[in-house]
């Protein structure tokens, strides 16, 4: 590692780094790793309502909650319903926060901070409080969205009731709600690129297009690979959008994996099911992760 | 109890007690609460309201986390769980000498699901039951000046009706059944003799006779039209029960007064409501006690005022009370005479209904196995599972939720 | 000024055009909040109030015990922020500025461990949280968000810039470790710590699924599960919960634009910072 060469000078401090740390470690290990630990234990009991009375009634049941989450339908419509959020929804993020991005950073634009700052307000919001807003922006009868769309001749559209609709609507919300975020990192990527590049590209007489493809994108891989996979790992932990607008329904249609967790656990109290369903999650996030980094040292 | 310690340094002798009240009933009933505390000067009420969509969970983390209340409204069908987790005090002793509250007053179903293994742990604050709903000018057409009586007049009535409406050309669905709904094919189970589950509550006996007259009969409604097989045909239940195109439906009481409000103005008067058909001659057929009761945790400590909060509105002149602001039914006869019931023609139904009740079993999963049931009922409504495939795997359904029941039982951990 | 271009004039429509939808959802909840009751839900929907009245905030602030809520919420995310701060500058300078045995691989364990999804433990943390006897209580809200990996790589990766120097000369001068931490460090990451602080404050005050389910009491609520809570009985009331969500959303966002400067600046220099690391840390393993 090239940083390596910098800690020649320093001497061996070993204690003192350790105690800096042991807050951190501490807290990490007592309410993290512990909790991960259990829960991966839990996942193979039957930890239950009646274990709740009575702990003496669990039972260790080996991969039996594992098998039984594959055989569960509705584990099958909050997985495609979740890999329609990710697949969907998560592009879809990248490319708008993409879009703002450039746009934001073009040379050509003025009041860039005030741009900047009124994009990013929506991710300072919380959830619940704009889902309010949003559930009165979706309603079928007498909601701004619909309202707007009857200029255009668009026919009344149920966005939260139709089961084909609502989690398209649950996407765009979570869109607004986010895409200023990754839109701040990418133009701290775009600033890092040097202006060099496009005055020889220009030279060379490129098109913005071509300068685009040749130089911006490239140059911004790292960048985008970061956050593809921060944008992916969120988004596979759909939860609150759900929860608040449609608690899962109209017929199941924006069940997520966390909300089954959820409703598994907190709700039946079937702890040991839910920690399988939530271990059964980690392994897709990891699958999808390593897939990531596999395709991104191919591309280097 | 931070909470209490602070309110009774301001009045030094007053007991606070907490009471949960979900969804509405929450709200509206601290309407009631300044008639109680003027009544009981040493006792002061925090109502707490718990939205219906997070009561279960709230309440069961309350009481993994020890912070329970002292006073909560239970739904019906999960009073065996918290029982099963010893969350809840038995009633009787507090109850026994009370002027208010005579158990013999409640209506004998109701009362029936408070009482687990002879243990009264509930008083009915509300019931809630189903009833039919129908359009009396339809039915007329149709030449029936009666609501059906029987599963076999109603299936005549729904043949009728489906005819004229296809001489017409007109559509129609005489009896809409949503796919979504468990109560109805479980009060059919229930008329058809019941015991949905067997040994000892331990298996699923959905493919036994009884369940499967119900099933079957359910599946000729929706094969034959006679009910819409998905939700997604009927978008607003008040606008297609004003233009006909559904005739009857099997509902509870919150409804009279959204029929009320919701209907077209021409068909306002053309509705009416009866008890439901019965398998057999013996009508009303059975239906089934929900609603909720009021119970008393186990770590309260204050289990005497929380006793008193619960005898003052279970009774008769609180249940009357409740009953105008909220419109959920008394559950004791006794208040049924007021004229604000008694004069309300579509309750008169929901009054005979009451006396034909079946309790459900008493088991903590119930409400799992039930959630479970609207899937079968949507592959038999749309024809996906004939009913022996959808009973047969609805009881090994059944029977794997049942699984640590029955081995606790067989361990003889529980009874 | 620079002369009008066309092409000037469609990147400014396009910028303007999704600030607009951007801010309408929020403009339309403040507007919202300010009308009688009945207003907003009529057709077509109102962008200005007819009639301003402030009752709404009134029933909530006397009625609703939103006040109540909104010091909950404060002792929760002030708690988190500061404590959480405090022990992830320690940690991340120990991993930047100090040579011990096994940081490296500790270090990329704790990486990894950004890969799982905090619901995994959230059943067992709530399990545990009890037997400590924290369910319902301030402490059992604070301590999951104690110690953030995300916040210690942030940390490491920004105090990683500061030069040795500055430490050795202290060192020289015979100051402790926790004065060289204390008046060197802390002040040369100030940057990243406001951004940290901001990021913080904002993932608490925000987080909704924890809240509601460690705090089983009302009187303990956060604004956000307060706000859940009442659209289950209030969901009719439209302009009583639009004043609710501004409530909630109002602090936060003032105190994001006080400090924005700082905040992008850390981001912006944390993140492109960081990102350099992230690409070679994931390739070694």
């Known amino acids: 590692m090239s940083t390596e060469k910098s800690y020649r000078r320093i001497v061996d401090r070993t204690a003192a780094a350790w105690l800096f740390l042991s807050p951190s470690l501490a807290a990490i290990a007592v309410f993290f790793v512990v909790p991960v630990l259990s829960a991966l234990v839990m996942s193979f009991t039957d930890f239950d309502i009646y274990a709740l009375g009575d702990l003496s009634v669990v039972r260790f049941i080996g991969f039996e909650n594992y098998r039984r989450i594959f055989e569960l339908p509705i584990f099958w419509s909050a997985l495609r319903n979740t890999f329609y959020f990710v697949l969907v929804g998560g592009p879809l993020s990248v490319a708008v926060s993409l879009g703002t991005a450039l746009m934001v950073n073009a040379k050509l634009t003025r009041f860039k901070p005030l741009f900047r700052t009124i994009f990013f307000l929506p991710v300072v919001t919380s959830l619940v409080a704009v889902a309010v807003v949003w559930r009165y922006l979706y309603h079928p009868a007498h909601g701004i969205l619909n309202y707007l769309l009857s200029f255009a001749g668009i026919a009344p559209i149920d966005w939260l009731g139709n089961p084909a609709i609502a989690m398209p609507a649950i996407i765009v919300l979570a869109v607004w709600k986010g895409f200023g975020y990754n839109m701040l990192i990418f133009i701290a990527g775009l600033q890092n690129i040097p202006d060099e590049l496009y005055e020889a590209a220009h030279m060379d007489g490129a098109n913005a297009w071509r300068q685009f493809v040749d130089i911006t994108l490239p140059m911004l891989t790292p960048t985008s690979v970061f956050v593809v996979m921060i944008t992916i790992i969120g988004y596979f932990q759909l939860f609150a959008e759900p929860y608040v607008m449609t608690q899962g329904g109209p017929l199941n249609s924006t069940m997520s994996i966390v909300l089954l967790m959820y409703e598994q656990g907190f709700r039946w109290w079937n702890m040991g099911f839910a920690a399988a369903i939530a271990f059964v999650l980690f392994v897709v996030i990891l699958i999808f992760t390593l897939l990531q980094m596999a395709l991104q040292r191919r591309m280097q | ?415 | ?285």
């Open chain 2, 1 to 415: 109890m931070l909470f209490a310690s602070g309110c009774q340094s301001v009045r030094e002798q007053r007991t606070t007690i907490s009471f949960w009240g979900m969804g509405t009933e929450g709200e509206r009933v601290k309407v009631l609460i300044p008639e109680f505390e003027r009544t009981h000067p040493n006792i002061h009420v925090v109502v707490q309201q718990i939205p219906w969509t997070a009561a279960h969970e709230k309440l069961l983390t309350a009481y993994a986390g020890e912070s329970t209340p002292d006073v909560c409204q239970l739904g019906n069908t999960w009073l065996p769980e918290f029982t099963m987790l010893k969350a809840l005090e038995p009633l009787e002793p507090f109850l026994r000498q009370s002027s208010l509250v005579t158990l013999n007053d409640f209506f004998d179903g109701v009362l029936k699901t408070n009482i687990i293994d002879s243990t009264l742990y509930g008083i009915p604050w509300y019931v809630d039951t189903r009833v039919l709903f129908y359009r009396r000018d339809l039915l007329q057409a149709a030449g029936w000046s009666q609501p059906p009586k029987t599963w076999a007049e109603m299936m005549r009535l729904c043949a009728s009706m489906k005819e004229q409406a296809k001489a017409r050309g007109i559509k129609c669905y005489p009896l809409f059944l949503p796919t979504n709904e468990w109560v109805p094919a479980i009060a059919l189970g229930m008329q058809a003799g019941g015991e949905l589950l067997r040994q000892n509550k331990t298996l699923g006996n959905f493919s036994g006779p009884n369940f499967r007259k119900a099933f079957t009969l359910m599946a000729d409604i929706y094969r034959n039209d006679y009910s819409p097989s998905g939700m997604q045909l009927i978008i607003n239940l008040y606008n297609s029960f004003s233009d006909g195109l559904v005739a009857m439906y099997i509902t509870g009481p919150w409804n009279i007064g959204e029929f009320s409000q919701r209907i077209a103005p021409d068909v306002r008067d053309k509705w009416m409501t009866a008890p439901l058909p019965s398998m057999d001659s013996t009508w009303p057929g059975a239906s089934l006690p929900l609603g909720t009761s009021l119970v008393i945790f186990r770590q309260s400590r204050h289990k005497k005022e929380a006793a008193q909060l619960i005898e003052f509105l279970a009774s008769r002149e609180q249940s009357l009370a409740f009953y105008k602001i909220t419109g959920n039914l008394p559950p004791r006869k006794s208040a049924w005479t007021d004229t604000s019931l008694a004069n309300n023609r579509y309750i008169q139904a929901f009054y005979q209904q009451l006396q034909r009740l079946t309790p459900l079993p008493q088991v903590p999963e119930w409400e799992q196995i039930v959630i479970k049931l609207q899937l079968y009922v949507e592959h038999i409504a749309t024809n996906t599972m004939t009913v022996d495939e959808a009973l047969r795997r609805f009881d090994s359904d059944t029977d794997r939720m049942l699984e640590k029941r029955r081995w606790l039982v067989e361990t003889g951990k529980i009874r």
């Open chain 3, 1 to 285: 000024m620079k002369r009008l271009r066309p092409s000037s004039i469609l990147l400014h429509a396009g910028l303007i055009v999704v600030a607009l939808v951007t801010m309408t959802p929020v403009l339309w909840m403040l507007s919202a909040s300010f009308m009688a009751p009945g207003e907003a839900s009529s057709f077509p929907p109102p962008f200005i109030p007819g009639r301003f009245t402030l009752e709404h905030y009134r029933a909530l602030a006397d009625r609703l015990q939103m006040g109540r809520y909104f010091i909950n919420s404060m002792i929760v995310a002030g708690a988190v922020t500061i404590i959480s701060l405090f022990f992830n500058s320690m940690a991340g300078y120990a991993f930047a500025k100090f040579r011990f045995k096994g940081r490296d691989s500790m270090f990329r364990f704790l990486l990894s461990g950004m890969v799982v999804p905090a619901q995994v433990t959230m059943l067992p943390l709530f399990l545990l949280l009890k037997t400590f006897g924290f369910v319902n209580t301030y402490m059992g809200a604070i301590i999951p968000g104690l110690a953030s990996i995300f916040g210690i790589f942030l940390i490491r990766q920004f105090a990683g810039s500061i030069p040795d120097s500055f430490i050795e000369a202290a060192q020289i001068d015979g100051a402790s470790e926790f004065k060289i931490y204390r008046s060197i460090i802390l002040p040369l990451c100030r940057p990243i710590l406001y951004t940290l602080a901001l990021f913080t404050f904002m993932g608490t005050w925000n987080d909704f699924m924890w809240p509601l389910i460690i705090m089983t009491d009302d009187s303990r609520y956060t604004l956000p599960v307060a706000l859940a809570n009442l659209m289950g009985e209030h969901a009719l009331d439209l302009e009583l919960m639009m004043a609710g969500s501004v409530i909630t959303i109002l602090p936060v966002m003032i105190l994001f634009l006080v400090f924005q400067r700082h905040y992008v600046r850390g981001i912006m220099v944390g993140k492109s910072n960081a990102l350099s690391q992230v690409g070679p840390l994931c390739a070694d393993e």
